[in-house]
C-alpha cells in the first residue's frame, strides 16, 4: 500500500469523489485495526479485518472499514459497515474513529470522536465541532448497528469541542469500557472515561499528574561573533 485505496462503486464514483474534495488520497491514513476470527468470537466464522483512518483532516469518505480484495488480490478498504454508516455530513453516523474493540459475543465497541478536521493546519475554519462524541455497538457477523444501544456522551464527561476519544479497554464481566481521552487542549486535558453498556450512565475520571507535559520553552541561540 502507497495510499489507502476504497472498494468504490466504480471508478466514476472514484473520480468525483476526488474533484469534490471528498476523497484525498493523502489524507487517508490507517491508525487503526482489529481482527475477528472464531479466536476471538465463535461469531466470527471467518476472519474478518477491519482498518481505521480518522478524519485528522478533510477528504476521508470512510473511517471504519473492513478489509477487503479485488479480482488481482490487491486490498481495498471496504466502508463498514455501509457507505451510509460513515457519512461524515449526518451526526448520527460513525464520524471519526480512532480505535474499537470486539468482544467474545462478537460485538464491535466503537468509539467515535465526533469532531474532525482539527489537523488542517493549513486551513484552521475546517475543523468541525458539530457533532458530539458518541459510543456505538456493531454486530460484527451481520453488520448491524445495534441503534437503540448507542450512547451520546454529555459534555461535562467529554467536552464536545475538545474531547479525544482515543483506545478502549473493557471489562468483560460487567459490560463497561474504559477509554482513554488524550485531548490536550484548552476544554480538555485529557482524563478516563467509564461507559457501561448495561447502564448507560458515564463518568469521567481525571488525574491531573496524567496530564502531557508542557513542550520545554524554545532556545534560540545567538550567533557568535568572530
Known amino acids: 500500500w502507497t495510499s489507502m485505496q476504497f472498494a468504490w462503486p466504480s471508478a466514476e464514483a472514484r473520480a468525483r469523489a476526488i474533484s469534490s474534495g471528498e476523497y484525498v488520497p493523502e489524507h487517508n491514513v490507517m491508525t487503526g485495526l482489529k481482527v475477528c476470527g472464531p479466536h ?59 480505535s474499537m474493540e470486539i ?75 474504559f477509554i482513554s481521552d488524550t485531548a490536550n487542549n484548552a476544554s480538555d486535558l485529557g482524563g478516563v472515561i467509564v461507559s457501561s453498556r448495561r447502564e448507560k450512565p458515564s463518568r469521567r475520571l481525571e488525574e491531573r499528574a496524567q496530564d502531557a507535559e508542557p513542550p520545554p520553552p524554545r532556545q534560540t541561540e545567538t550567533p557568535r561573533r568572530h
Not at 475554519?125 to 458530539?132: H, R, V
Not at 444501544?149 to 461535562?156: A, K, L, R, S, W
Not at 464536545?160 to 459490560?175: P, R, S, Y
Request: proline share 10%; glycine share 6%; charged share 20%.
Open 103 to 177: 468482544d467474545p459475543g462478537g460485538v464491535m465497541w466503537v468509539i467515535d470522536v465526533g469532531r474532525k478536521y482539527f489537523a488542517e493546519f493549513d486551513n484552521p475554519a475546517a475543523a468541525d465541532n458539530t457533532c458530539p462524541p458518541k459510543i456505538l455497538f456493531i454486530d460484527v457477523a451481520t453488520g448491524t448497528i445495534l441503534e437503540n444501544e448507542t450512547y451520546v456522551f454529555p459534555t461535562e464527561v467529554c467536552p464536545h469541542d475538545g474531547c479525544f476519544l482515543n483506545d478502549i479497554a473493557l471489562d468483560l464481566v460487567n459490560q463497561v469500557g
Open 40 to 98: 476471538v468470537s465463535p461469531r466470527c466464522v471467518k476472519e474478518m479485518v477491519f482498518p481505521t483512518i480518522p478524519r485528522w483532516r478533510t477528504g476521508v469518505p470512510s473511517t471504519l472499514n473492513m478489509l477487503v480484495h479485488d479480482d488481482k488480490g490487491a486490498p481495498l478498504l471496504s466502508p463498514w459497515p455501509s457507505w451510509a454508516a460513515n457519512d461524515p455530513h449526518d451526526c448520527s453516523k460513525i464520524q471519526y474513529v480512532q
